[in-house]
């Protein structure tokens, strides 16, 4: 079952829960929650994304490691091979 960040779209008026931001689970054949379960205020799903936020080398790093290449744009159509 896949998890769902889920944060309230107006904090100055949500519980502790959806003001921080809560994950769900939820099934796929599940609506998408549109209020947060404690207290009712309107939500909005966030995207993951760890990788934001961290150094770029350390998401080279990550990349590397999970078998990327990074290219370089060089030239129009050209690309450079990083590593
Ligand atoms: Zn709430």
Do not use: N, Q, W
């Not at 769902?4 to 949500?14: E, N, Q, S, T």
């Not at 939820?26 to 961290?54: F, H, M, Q, Y």
């Amino acid at each position: 079952m896949p998890m769902y960040d889920y944060r309230a779209k107006d904090p100055d008026h949500a519980c502790p829960a959806c003001r921080e931001g809560f994950e769900m689970m939820r099934r796929l054949d599940e609506p998408p929650l549109t209020a947060c379960p404690e207290c009712g205020a309107p939500i909005v799903k966030i995207i993951s994304a760890p990788a934001l936020g961290r150094s770029k080398s350390k998401l080279d790093d990550r990349a590397k490691s999970a078998g990327f290449h990074k290219l370089k744009r060089v030239d129009k159509g050209a690309f450079e091979k990083l590593y």
